[in-house]
């Protein structure tokens, strides 16, 4: 499986994403500076990891949303190839208006930094063909704007269409209809604030992440 | 040329960071604040020429998001535009 993970100024889980992927498909991640104009070809997934790129300036992933890559994320996207964000990553993807939404500084104000347990919903994406929907995993997450918000509307459109990734089981941040993760319309990208990519080895003491993974490359089949 | 934007966040959305505010400034000890509201201010150094259009551009692409947020526009010498 050929993958990119991309990397920003700021971003710190760019090194976890490539050994995560690396060690489920057995195939070393492409890192991909921000600067960039072009992907590689023949890429099966594209990753957008989390981390603060840009110092958190502005809006959490508001700045690197409008880097030069992201041009060529949004039309490999658009191609129908799977994008994944994680955390600093799903804030990023919303930014870029290629996820409906956006993260908020966290309901409790502060970092929230911990292990979490999840409720699998309903999506249907190559990052959740892992799992079952109604089943809890634990991930952990990092963040301090995990705040998930959007009209009711774009809420009750999420839930219609059966793309919510995964849902907090108990409260985490505020996040509206305790949302963790959605994909898009065509179930190819996929942001969450949890990190799948630190739940994949023995010794992360759990190992819930790593089916992620696995579900893409048997996806994805390669 | 000056220009002016204030970014807040829309009613209705939580504003945490205002939250806190208001409760430190009641263990000041100061009374009478029903509620706070925090948001940014953005100054602008624009060349002649550039179009309240433009400016609006600018808030719409980068420097409020409006999915949650709402931005005002003070340019000294024009209304400004509001969304």
């Not at chain 1, 840009?54 to 409008?66: E, K, W």
């Not at chain 1, 290629?98 to 500084?105: K, Q, S, V």
Request: charged share 25%; glycine share 12%; proline share 5%.
């Amino acid at each position: 499986m050929k993958s990119a993970v991309i990397v920003f100024p700021g971003s710190n889980c760019d090194r976890d994403m490539i050994v995560g992927l690396e060690t489920v498909t057995g195939q070393r991640p492409i890192p991909i500076w921000h600067r960039e104009t072009t992907l590689p070809d023949g890429l099966d997934v594209i990753a957008v990891p989390g981390g603060f790129s840009y110092g958190d300036y502005l809006r959490s992933g508001a700045m690197a949303a409008n880097s030069p890559v992201m041009r060529a994320v949004k039309d490999a996207a658009e191609r129908g190839v799977p994008v994944l964000g994680v955390c600093n990553g799903f804030q990023i993807l919303t930014e870029a208006g290629l996820l409906p939404g956006a993260l908020m500084r966290n309901a409790g104000i502060r970092f929230v930094c911990r292990d979490v347990a999840l409720t699998v919903g309903e999506a249907r994406s190559p990052f959740t063909a892992g799992y079952r929907a109604g089943e809890q995993v634990v991930f952990p997450v990092a963040h301090h704007d995990g705040n998930y918000q959007a009209d009711a509307e774009t809420l009750d459109r999420l839930e219609g269409e059966g793309r919510i990734a995964f849902r907090y089981a108990g409260e985490c941040n505020g996040s509206a209809r305790h949302i963790a993760g959605i994909v898009s319309e065509r179930g190819n990208v996929l942001g969450m604030m949890p990190h799948p990519e630190r739940a994949v080895e023995p010794a992360h003491g759990n190992q819930d992440g790593r089916r992620l993974f696995e579900g893409l490359l048997e996806t994805v089949g390669a | 040329m000056k220009t002016r934007v204030y970014v807040t966040l829309k009613n209705g959305v939580l504003d945490p960071q205002g939250k806190a505010i208001h409760h430190a400034l009641e263990g000041l000890g100061f009374s009478g604040v029903n509620d706070v509201r925090a948001g940014k201010l953005i100054e602008l150094d624009l060349a002649e020429g550039v179009s309240d259009e433009d400016v609006e551009a600018m808030c719409r692409k980068l420097l409020a998001n409006t999915v949650i947020e709402n931005f005002r526009i003070e340019r000294p010498e024009s209304q400004g535009a509001a969304a």
